[in-house]
């Protein structure tokens, strides 16, 4: 079974940037892809990016494209999670997971981000 360990989250005033970690281990052969969702208070998970595993190939919700940029180093077994720019709106707990097949069955235990005005 994959496992995931994200950091990196914090308070940051709104123009900021933070940068999210996810350490993957175990059984990483089986990974196809990474990728980061989020959970605002009161609202349902959402997709925020994505990257294969083997490969750089990435994906984007529209709210973050041009602000976030997602990255990986396969040496080291960690995912990135560059947030530039942020927003109020970014304010969630942030969560990586990994993908296998066409599905992700492997989550992190979350982040917290917090932008403040």
């Known amino acids: 079974q994959v496992q995931l360990v994200a950091s990196g989250g914090g308070l940051v005033q709104a123009g900021g940037s933070l940068r999210l970690s996810c350490v993957v281990s175990?059984?990483?052969?089986?990974?196809?892809?990474m990728g980061w969702f989020r959970q605002a208070p009161g609202k349902e998970r959402e997709f925020v990016a994505e990257?294969?595993?083997?490969?750089?190939?990435?994906y984007y919700a529209d709210s973050v494209k041009g602000r976030f940029t997602i990255s990986k180093d396969n040496a080291k077994n960690t995912m990135y999670l560059q947030m530039n720019n942020l927003k109020l709106e970014d304010t969630a707990v942030y969560y990586c997971?990994?993908?296998?097949?066409?599905?992700?069955?492997?989550w992190g235990q979350g982040t917290q981000v917090t932008v403040s005005s």
């Open positions: 997971a990994a993908k296998q097949g066409a599905q992700y069955v492997a």
């Open positions: 990257i294969r595993w083997n490969g750089d190939t990435t």
């Open positions: 175990r059984r990483t052969f089986l990974i196809a892809a």
